[in-house]
């Protein structure tokens, strides 16, 4: 990192002053995209103009030459950001103005600020604020002592003090006088924009976060033990750390620090930030008569004003970075889930496991339709085994139902064990049982939608339906329940609200509009998530259809009250209307388009039914000859693909984890044992696995392959189907180490080492890295990252002792308040029954 002197170099540099040239947010944005600016004003304009996302991506190529949909995400993104910097700027220039102070000089600077930040630094001289010392000081006339001070060192400051004492003006002494004077310098060398700038930059690169217990709260705080004296460099620290060590502040177990720098061995030792300071000003120590009193004037001015200005930048800037990363994860997580693979339309038995309440049952039809419900009780303490199989054998017959879905949630072995059983007595019904996530199914139950869906319905049984229809459908039915609910995130209850929402309910967004949806029995939440339909207009769109009947074509959509042409052109190419008056309407043509497809029928001679799904056909037409003013290369080509293959679902195939029978409770696992299991969730360090054993494992990024990995997801994405490894079991804290390199050894040595690795297998960021998200003994009692290196202040360069390389759990951090309901692993929030 820079050292004082360097910047020292950089503050003289930005004196040297040049004419700032303002760039306009288009073409900024360009500039951080990497594309052309033209291109940046057609979605800008796009959107100004009501259009969605999904529609620029997926009908309006031509404008913005071929922009994807995360271009386009991040450009809405920056849009936001940069005008409401431009709202600010405006609202800092007429305040400026209406104190009279705005000079060319400084209106050129506020043009010039590139950042909230920066503008800010920039406005606080003039923002204004409650009678400070500094101002009592000028108005009791000390400015001229202060600023003559600080222009002329070889004046002696108590003489020149003895000038100014008016006790009619509170200044009863020279001493008074002088400390009126700090006060007005401290007050001008903390709100030097550049010289903060700076500073804020030197700070972010050589300080160190530092965490340590409460007296008192180590006890309580237990589950923070990791963070009861640890330090880390800002720019090293995760974000599950970050939020971990907030959320124990929040909870008064931690008291966190923001060091400038690592500390020095004695505290007389100035901070390296005040030669910076003091070279900025021109104050250095000459022998003159007031060097002494100014270098002390800079030391108060960077201990009581800047380092606390810094230290409330920095942190905002830690937990800012430390959320976006989050809200990164959970909407990489939510897209994965949202996008698992449909078992599609087949009859379906839902079971939402219970001991106590017994098991609820629900039949749904192929299209999601409850045929059938009941509840039946297998388990402890009623025991009514046979008559539970016998109760699901009739309803199975009777229904002809296909797939059985368990939810994964309490007793949800012993029930996926009595769904075996009824496979295996029952072989004429080939059946296929599926162990289903049950996040979020008792938010849903409980919902207003839930209960105008299934008014009649009992609220415990709405459970079993959900977790039905989410295996026929995930994406149809987990769009009924609020993104933060599904529970595939870190931290999401320490994170901002709207960052949050307006970050999920683009995924789903983007997700919805993806696959396509039949406006013929698609329900008003999903609609409601089509790009241009509204709620209102969703219930309108329902309410049309049950009072007029399925649509028969995608024209028919403009008799829906209150859609209007615009809402028309963004949803009708995202809408599928199968077997009605048009085929196209059950494609992702638009009907924009549909000229272009008439235009292909008649050059290749037939109807357009005989086109469609015509591979042999459609690839001897050359698109070239079907562009136009109004459609390019890049639409007729969607429409070649898309007729080829029309309304192609993008999810992928349907397949199940089948869980090792006689494995059904933590005690039943043994290090080295193989697993197949099913990835529950993935955070920044690791991935949870369910393996059917009620307790969902961890494998540590350092555990999913003998190459680097930077991403967890590059490996593995919620819903995938792994083969898996146990490293290491502890069960009184309910602990599963697993790895998916199934060639690591899971033998303990002597003494409760760690597994035997060779140390270079690891290759992740050393054996410091990995112990601190492992989570070792302490598992991940201060947040979901797991145990953090133990930097303690004396002993920096030593690395902490081997652990035994037990993995933060789904379970243990539900209980220490670090996950939501469902949290790894989904349980939804069902609780114990």
């Avoid at 400070?132 to 060192?153: H, N, S, V, Y």
């Avoid at 999401?492 to 949806?517: M, P, T, Y």
Wanted: hydrophobic share 40%; aromatic share 4%.
């Amino acid at each position: 990192m820079s050292d004082p002197a360097e910047c020292i170099r950089k503050l003289e540099a930005r004196e040297g002053g040049s004419d700032i040239v303002t760039t306009s947010i288009e073409a900024r944005i360009a500039e951080e995209l990497g594309v052309r600016e033209r291109q940046v004003k057609a979605a800008v304009e796009l959107l100004d103009g009501g259009s969605t996302v999904p529609f620029i991506a997926r009908y309006r190529k031509e404008a913005t030459e071929m922009l994807d949909d995360a271009q386009l995400r991040t450009l809405e993104e920056r849009l936001r950001y940069l005008r409401e910097l431009e709202d600010r700027r405006a609202a800092v220039l007429d305040s400026v103005r209406e104190q009279g102070k705005l000079t060319p000089e400084l209106e050129a600077r506020i043009l010039g600020a590139d950042t909230k930040a920066r503008l800010e630094d920039i406005y606080l001289p003039f923002k204004p604020k409650r009678r400070t010392k500094a101002q009592i000081a000028r108005e009791a006339g000390l400015e001229p002592l202060a600023e003559g001070l600080l222009a002329d060192p070889s004046v002696e400051p108590a003489a020149a003090a003895a000038a100014f004492v008016d006790a009619g003006k509170g200044v009863a002494d020279p001493a008074a006088a002088l400390d009126g004077a700090r006060s007005i310098l401290t007050e001008k060398f903390s709100e030097d924009a550049d010289l903060i700038g700076e500073l804020r930059e030197r700070m972010w690169g050589r300080g160190r976060l530092a965490a340590r217990v409460r007296e008192g709260k180590e006890e309580a705080g237990a589950k923070f033990a990791d963070y009861f004296d640890f330090t880390e460099p800002f720019t090293e620290l995760p974000s599950h750390r970050v939020l971990a060590m907030l959320r124990g502040e929040k909870e008064d177990v931690l008291s966190l620090e923001l060091e400038p720098e690592e500390p020095s061995e004695s505290s007389s030792v100035p901070s390296s930030y005040e030669p910076i300071v003091a070279h900025r000003f021109g104050v250095a120590d000459r022998g003159r008569p007031g060097d002494k009193w100014l270098l002390d004037t800079v030391r108060w001015a960077w201990r009581t004003r800047i380092l606390v200005h810094l230290g409330i930048d920095l942190r905002l800037r830690l937990r800012t970075a430390a959320e976006d990363e989050s809200v990164r994860v959970f909407a990489a997580n939510l897209r994965d889930l949202l996008l698992a693979a449909p078992a599609g339309t087949r009859a379906t038995l839902g079971l939402d496991p219970g001991f106590r309440t017994g098991v609820k049952v629900a039949v749904i039809d192929a299209t999601g339709k409850v045929v059938a419900t009941d509840t039946v009780y297998p388990h402890v303490p009623a025991n009514r085994w046979d008559e539970s199989l016998a109760k699901l054998a009739r309803l199975a017959k009777e229904h002809a139902v296909e797939l059985v879905a368990i939810g994964n949630g309490t007793a949800s072995r012993e029930t996926d064990k009595l769904a075996g059983e009824l496979l295996a007595k029952h072989p004429e019904l080939n059946l296929t049982k599926v162990m289903v996530s049950e996040a979020g199914a008792s938010v849903y139950s409980a919902s207003a939608f839930a209960s105008q869906e299934l008014p009649d319905m009992d609220v415990s049984l709405r459970g079993a339906v959900s977790i039905a229809r989410r295996l026929q459908d995930p994406l149809a039915e987990l769009v009924k329940i609020d993104p933060k609910s599904i529970g595939v995130g870190q931290y999401q209850h320490d994170l901002s609200e709207v960052k949050l929402s307006r970050s999920l309910d683009a995924v789903v967004e983007d997700c919805v509009n993806g696959v396509g949806v039949d406006v013929n029995t698609a329900s008003a939440p999903l609609l409601s998530r089509v790009s241009g339909i509204s709620a209102g207009l969703a219930e309108n769109i329902v309410a049309h259809r049950d009072a007029h009947g399925p649509f028969r074509s995608r024209r028919a959509l403009k008799d829906v009250s209150r859609l209007g042409p615009k809402a028309y052109e963004q949803c009708a190419g995202f809408l599928r209307i199968r077997g009605g008056d048009d085929p196209l309407d059950a494609s992702s043509v638009h009907p924009e388009a549909y000229p272009v497809v008439r235009r292909m029928v008649k050059t290749s001679g037939g109807e357009v039914a005989a086109l469609i799904g015509n591979t042999g056909v459609l690839r001897s037409l050359r698109a070239d000859d079907f562009v136009d003013e109004t459609f390019g290369l890049p639409t007729v080509t969607d429409i070649l693909k898309e007729l080829e293959k029309p309304g192609r679902d993008p999810r992928p195939a349907f397949k199940t984890a089948t869980f090792k029978e006689g494995v059904e409770k933590i005690g039943d696992l043994v290090a080295g044992l193989v697993l197949e299991g099913v990835v529950t969730n993935v955070a920044a360090f690791g991935a949870f696995v369910d393996v059917g054993v009620h307790q969902d494992g961890l494998v540590h990024v350092s555990a999913m392959s003998k190459s680097f990995v930077k991403d967890p997801r590059d490996v593995v994405k919620p819903g995938d189907v792994v083969k898996v490894k146990v490293l290491d079991v502890d069960i009184p804290r309910k602990r599963i180490s697993l790895t998916l390199r199934l060639d690591d050894e899971a033998e303990r040595e002597p003494g409760g080492a760690a597994p035997k690795r060779e140390r270079g297998e690891r290759g992740q960021r050393g054996e410091r890295a990995e112990r601190a998200d492992r989570g070792e003994r302490g598992g991940d009692r201060g947040g979901q990252g797991g145990r953090p290196p133990q930097q303690r202040r004396g002993d920096r360069s030593q690395a902490a002792a081997p652990a035994p390389a037990n993995s933060a759990m789904a379970d243990a951090l539900r209980k220490a308040g670090l996950l939501n309901e469902g949290g790894s692993g989904g349980r939804g929030g069902r609780g114990k029954r």
